[in-house]
């Protein structure tokens, strides 16, 4: 099939995504009802890079500025096809911010829970004991509190645990912000250092020594804009040529600019929240010179690339990781991953996936892609080794040569990106496009080139319809085409004219399914009759999988719907993965 290389996202319909009837069938409560709903083009995509600033970033970042030729490239390919199939060019507009939002460094004092309030303690004369109320007197003697220590190896490196220690205390403030009762109490570093370090230690970049961090801002280089626009009309088809449009070029250097952060930000690098953050600022119009609205675009594909050499360590400055530190990725938030979840003080990886995700919606952004360009290998067995790494166990052997290499160091040897591809993972569950790289690449034979054409085809329209929810089955589900006075023009054949696509295929031509269902539809565009034409829009009715997320099995249905397993049938169609609860008729 040849597909038509457009994206459509949800303008308008119904409130919810399923219209469930109720109909008292037996013991059933339920039963899905139909869903209408039109759809239109996209042709617009917010892009906004999220670099790792902190010391050893000077090579990617330099890496990233040389291999956006190979982002442009592809995007003049894509308009230059969107042209001759009669479809406007992809516009699409580019912002940077960085990882730093704070430091929170270990004191010296104990953060220690008092009747009247928390309070910073210097503890003295620590004896280690079995288990203890953290933060409390509680198991310790009088005028002691119990106080976690990260466990040190004879090298001074982390292993991972804590010893449970009681300490006497004395010389006693109130506590700051950030204050958690059994852990030190974090010193706040918030700015840039002034003076700025040596440049044998970092690169200043668009860094100003005693400035705030970031914290999401967008950053640019000084007379560059915070965002950089690259509209349709721009000459696409003269890249490459003798004479480009001087307007491309021109943008083209400026993102080179923007993109060189500097390397002097903090060491507790925050990506995810930063990128949050940024997002936040944009939506609620509090990004500087940007009104609301403006960034993201409603209706545009939203596309967020995070880039980084030590894994993401966002924690809430209301209870900040304070950051001990002995070899460069052995600190604090290595420790942190391997405590229990309800123990852990990083911001959990589903509230991104559920923030990001969230803003797909009617008046929001129409897709969402994300990119991570992050010092992690997969493994076969689901585990992450380093991208610098070039040994591994026998379920995780040599890496592929293009994450090896001799020379420099190029991610944190105990920080392989887990969060990262966690949340890669998360999104990909979700149907949204996700690409996966490595900042080994910033190093020769390798280049940023491969990843960030792949980048620029998730910032394209996906070639598929989008529908809010999963079909039940395939038959079960109508494409129309409708004419500007409302009326049917053309019902499409399933199977012939269009079919079920992943919806993470960010490819030009994406693979039909040869069985189940998805949130995603293709149209094969060489059979001609199923294009709309121009003030012509898809509908799509379809009676929607219930519940949302699928069932296995009866006893599925009446767990998540209500009533017993003999209330209820799974209907499976041949050859899918997951089938949706229907009443049995009692």
Same mark, same amino acid.
Request: overall charge negative; some cysteine; charged content about 15%.
């Given at each position: 099939m040849t597909r038509r290389?457009?994206?459509?996202?949800?303008?308008?319909?119904?409130?919810?995504?399923?219209?469930?009837?109720?109909?008292?069938?037996?013991?059933?409560?339920?039963?899905?009802?139909?869903?209408?709903?039109?759809?239109?083009?996209?042709?617009?995509?917010?892009?906004?890079?999220?670099?790792?600033?902190?010391?050893?970033?000077?090579?990617?970042?330099?890496?990233?500025?040389?291999?956006?030729?190979?982002?442009?490239?592809?995007?003049?390919?894509?308009?230059? *096809?969107? @042209? =001759?199939? !009669?479809?406007?060019?992809? &516009?699409?507009?580019?912002?940077? %911010? #960085?990882?730093?939002?704070?430091? /929170?460094?270990?004191?010296?004092?104990?953060?220690?829970?008092?009747?009247?309030?928390?309070?910073?303690?210097?503890?003295?004369?620590?004896?280690?004991?079995?288990?203890?109320?953290?933060?409390?007197?509680?198991?310790?003697?009088?005028?002691?509190?119990?106080?976690?220590?990260?466990?040190?190896?004879?090298?001074?490196?982390?292993?991972?645990?804590?010893?449970?220690?009681?300490?006497?205390?004395?010389?006693? *403030?109130? @506590? =700051?912000? !950030?204050?958690?009762?059994? &852990?030190?109490?974090?010193?706040? %570093? #918030?700015?840039?250092?002034?003076? /700025?370090?040596?440049?044998?230690?970092?690169?200043?970049?668009?860094?100003?020594?005693?400035?705030?961090?970031?914290?999401?801002?967008?950053?640019?280089?000084?007379?560059?804009?915070?965002?950089?626009?690259?509209?349709?009309?721009?000459?696409?088809?003269?890249?490459?040529?003798?004479?480009?449009?001087?307007?491309?070029?021109?943008?083209?250097?400026?993102?080179?600019?923007?993109?060189?952060?500097?390397?002097?930000?903090?060491?507790?690098?925050?990506?995810?929240?930063?990128?949050?953050?940024?997002?936040?600022?944009?939506?609620?119009?509090?990004?500087?010179?940007?009104?609301?609205?403006?960034?993201?675009?409603?209706?545009?594909?939203?596309?967020?690339?995070?880039?980084?050499?030590?894994?993401?360590?966002?924690?809430?400055?209301?209870?900040?990781?304070?950051?001990?530190?002995?070899?460069?990725?052995?600190?604090?938030?290595?420790?942190?991953?391997?405590?229990?979840?309800?123990?852990?003080?990083?911001?959990?990886?589903?509230?991104?996936?559920?923030?990001?995700?969230?803003l797909v919606k009617p008046?929001?952004?129409?897709?969402?892609?994300?990119?991570?360009?992050?010092?992690?290998?997969?493994?076969?067995?689901?585990?992450?080794?380093?991208?610098?790494?070039?040994?591994?166990?026998?379920?995780?052997?040599?890496?592929?040569?293009?994450?090896?290499?001799?020379?420099?160091?190029?991610?944190?040897?105990?920080?392989?990106?887990?969060?990262?591809?966690?949340?890669?993972?998360?999104?990909?569950?979700?149907?949204?496009?996700?690409?996966?790289?490595?900042?080994?690449?910033?190093?020769?034979?390798?280049?940023?080139?491969?990843?960030?054409?792949?980048?620029?085809?998730?910032?394209?329209?996906?070639?598929?319809?989008?529908?809010?929810?999963?079909?039940?089955?395939?038959?079960?589900?109508?494409?129309?085409?409708?004419?500007?006075?409302?009326?049917?023009?053309?019902?499409?054949?399933?199977?012939?004219?269009?079919?079920?696509?992943?919806?993470?295929?960010?490819?030009?031509?994406?693979?039909?399914?040869?069985?189940?269902?998805?949130?995603?539809?293709?149209?094969?565009?060489?059979?001609?009759?199923?294009?709309?034409?121009?003030?012509?829009?898809?509908?799509?009715?379809?009676l929607g999988m219930l519940?949302?997320?699928?069932?296995?099995?009866?006893?599925?249905?009446?767990?998540?719907?209500?009533?017993?397993?003999?209330?209820?049938?799974?209907?499976?169609?041949?050859?899918?993965?997951?089938?949706?609860?229907?009443?049995?008729?009692?």
């Amino acid at each position: 099939m040849t597909r038509r290389p457009i994206v459509v996202a949800l303008l308008a319909v119904l409130a919810g995504c399923n219209d469930y009837s109720f109909s008292p069938v037996g013991h059933c409560l339920v039963q899905p009802g139909t869903v209408q709903v039109q759809l239109a083009k996209v042709s617009s995509a917010d892009i906004l890079f999220v670099v790792d600033d902190s010391p050893s970033m000077d090579p990617k970042q330099q890496g990233l500025a040389d291999s956006f030729k190979d982002f442009i490239g592809r995007m003049v390919a894509t308009n230059t *096809a969107r @042209a =001759g199939k !009669g479809l406007e060019a992809i &516009d699409f507009h580019v912002a940077v %911010t #960085t990882s730093s939002i704070f430091y /929170a460094a270990a004191g010296t004092r104990a953060c220690v829970a008092a009747t009247g309030g928390n309070q910073c303690c210097r503890p003295s004369s620590c004896t280690d004991v079995a288990t203890c109320a953290r933060g409390t007197g509680d198991g310790c003697g009088a005028g002691q509190a119990c106080v976690s220590t990260p466990l040190l190896d004879a090298s001074g490196n982390y292993v991972l645990g804590e010893k449970a220690q009681c300490c006497a205390i004395s010389d006693c *403030a109130p @506590a =700051g912000t !950030g204050c958690v009762p059994g &852990d030190a109490c974090p010193l706040m %570093t #918030t700015a840039y250092a002034n003076p /700025a370090p040596s440049t044998s230690f970092c690169t200043e970049g668009l860094a100003v020594p005693g400035a705030p961090y970031p914290s999401g801002t967008f950053v640019a280089a000084p007379g560059n804009p915070t965002v950089l626009d690259f509209p349709k009309t721009l000459g696409w088809g003269s890249w490459g040529s003798a004479t480009p449009d001087p307007a491309l070029t021109a943008l083209v250097q400026q993102f080179t600019q923007n993109i060189r952060v500097g390397s002097c930000g903090s060491g507790q690098e925050q990506h995810l929240e930063a990128a949050r953050l940024a997002l936040q600022k944009a939506l609620a119009g509090r990004q500087p010179g940007l009104a609301a609205g403006t960034w993201p675009h409603p209706g545009s594909k939203l596309v967020v690339v995070w880039v980084g050499d030590e894994d993401d360590c966002s924690s809430p400055t209301s209870a900040p990781l304070a950051m001990v530190t002995s070899t460069p990725g052995a600190d604090s938030c290595v420790l942190d991953k391997r405590r229990p979840a309800t123990a852990q003080r990083e911001i959990p990886v589903p509230t991104y996936a559920d923030f990001l995700a969230g803003l797909v919606k009617p008046g929001g952004a129409a897709d969402l892609g994300a990119a991570f360009i992050v010092s992690s290998a997969r493994c076969a067995d689901g585990t992450y080794a380093p991208a610098d790494s070039c040994t591994g166990t026998p379920s995780c052997p040599v890496q592929p040569p293009a994450t090896c290499h001799a020379g420099p160091v190029c991610g944190g040897a105990y920080a392989a990106g887990e969060r990262f591809l966690a949340l890669a993972d998360a999104l990909r569950a979700r149907g949204f496009g996700v690409v996966e790289g490595t900042v080994c690449d910033a190093y020769p034979p390798s280049s940023f080139g491969p990843v960030l054409s792949a980048i620029a085809d998730l910032a394209r329209p996906l070639a598929a319809l989008r529908l809010p929810t999963r079909p039940a089955a395939r038959a079960v589900t109508q494409l129309r085409i409708v004419d500007g006075d409302g009326a049917t023009r053309r019902i499409c054949a399933a199977g012939a004219e269009w079919c079920f696509v992943s919806c993470s295929d960010a490819s030009a031509s994406p693979a039909c399914l040869t069985a189940d269902t998805s949130a995603c539809i293709a149209i094969d565009e060489a059979k001609g009759g199923c294009v709309a034409n121009p003030g012509e829009t898809y509908s799509a009715e379809y009676l929607g999988m219930l519940p949302a997320g699928g069932c296995t099995s009866a006893s599925e249905c009446a767990q998540e719907l209500g009533g017993a397993a003999k209330d209820w049938t799974c209907s499976v169609e041949a050859g899918a993965s997951l089938g949706s609860c229907a009443c049995s008729g009692g």
